[in-house]
C-alpha cells in the first residue's frame, strides 16, 4: 500500500459497506462506490448502527465513531478511484457484471493499483481476463465473511497470473485490517463455501424430511457442533437469494451433490430471502 493509503470499495451492499468499514477502522480513506449516490449514502449510513454494536461490545472507543465515518466517501463514480492504491470490489456475484467493473477500472485506477474479489464462487482466473496484461499480476481474490465487521477470516486467492508479490501484500493488508487470511487455490467455490452449502443443503433435507425442525437443527449445530450461529439463521444472514445462486454455480462445477434443494428454490420463489426482506427462515422486525 503506498502511504497515501487509498483503498476503493466498489458495491454498498451489506459485504462491501462493511469492507469500507474494516479499512476505515484501520486508518484507510475509503472510496465507497455504488451504481447511484443515494444507495452509495444508503450504505455508509447503515455502518452507524454497527459501530454502535462494536461499541457496546468493547472493540472500538465510541468517541472514535465520528472520525471512522469521515474517512468514507460515498460515489456514484469511479472518479475518485483515480489515486485508489488497493480495490475491493463486492459487487452482485455474477460473472459479467464483475468482469464490468473491471474492465472499466482498468482504464482508470493507476498502473500500481490492486484489484481484489470479494466473489464468492467465481473462479479469479475468469474475472482477471476483465484486464489487460499489465495488471493480471496485480489481480486476487478476497472472501470476506459476513459480517464482516465481526467476521476475522478472509480467504486470499491467487489467480494463475497473480504475482507472489502480490499475494504477499494483500496478505499484509488483510492482517494490518484486523483479519487472519489463509492462502486457497482458485476453484470454484473455494474452500469455506463448499464445506458450508454442502452442510446446508443437507439441513434442507432434514427439513424436508421432517427429521427436524429449524430450530432445533440451528440449536443442534450450536449446541452440538459448536458453531456461533445455526445453519438457518446464518442462511437468512447471508440471503437465500444469493445461496441459491452460488449453489446453482457449484453444481455447474461440481455435480449432483451441490444441487439445491426444492425447498429452498421455493423460498426464493416466495422473496423469503432473509433478514433483508424481513422474512426468510424466519420472521425479523423491520
Excluded at 7 to 35: D, N, P, R, S, Y
Excluded at 119 to 148: D, M, Q, W
Amino acid at each position: 500500500m503506498s502511504e497515501d493509503n487509498h483503498v476503493g470499495v466498489v458495491g454498498a451492499g451489506m459485504m462491501g459497506a462493511e469492507i469500507a468499514l474494516c479499512f476505515a477502522m484501520a486508518g484507510h480513506q475509503v472510496m465507497l462506490k455504488e451504481t447511484s449516490l443515494e444507495l452509495a449514502e444508503k450504505g455508509k449510513n447503515r455502518l452507524a448502527g454497527v459501530l454502535d454494536r462494536l461499541a457496546k461490545k468493547n472493540k472500538i472507543d465510541a468517541d472514535d465513531k465520528p472520525l471512522i465515518l469521515d474517512r468514507i466517501t460515498p460515489t456514484d463514480n469511479f472518479d475518485l478511484f483515480e489515486n485508489v492504491h488497493l480495490v475491493v470490489e463486492a459487487a452482485f456475484e455474477d460473472e459479467d457484471v464483475k468482469k464490468q467493473i473491471f474492465a472499466e477500472l482498468d482504464t482508470i485506477c493507476p498502473p500500481a493499483c490492486t484489484f481484489a474479489t470479494n466473489t464468492s464462487s467465481i473462479p479469479i482466473t475468469v474475472l482477471a481476463t476483465a484486464v489487460g496484461p499489465e495488471r493480471i499480476g496485480r489481480f486476487i481474490g478476497t472472501h470476506f465473511f459476513s459480517p464482516v465487521s465481526l467476521m476475522p477470516l478472509v480467504e486470499v486467492i491467487p489467480g494463475l497470473d497473480t504475482a507472489e508479490d502480490t499475494i504477499a501484500t494483500v496478505m499484509a493488508v488483510c492482517r494490518q485490517i484486523g483479519k487472519t487470511p489463509i492462502r486457497v487455490k482458485d476453484v470454484t467455490g473455494f474452500a469455506v463455501n463448499r464445506l458450508l452449502h454442502v452442510m446446508w443443503i443437507e439441513a434442507n433435507r432434514l427439513l424436508e424430511e421432517g427429521v427436524a425442525s429449524i430450530e432445533d437443527i440451528d440449536t443442534a449445530c450450536r449446541l452440538g457442533l459448536g458453531h456461533p450461529i445455526g445453519p438457518y439463521a446464518l442462511m437468512d444472514l447471508t440471503g437465500n437469494d444469493l445461496n441459491l445462486q452460488v449453489q446453482h454455480i457449484l453444481q455447474d462445477a461440481y455435480g449432483e451433490r451441490f444441487r439445491p434443494r426444492p425447498l429452498l428454490k421455493q423460498m426464493v420463489s416466495a422473496h423469503h430471502l432473509g433478514r433483508k426482506t424481513g422474512r426468510g427462515w424466519k420472521h425479523y422486525e423491520s
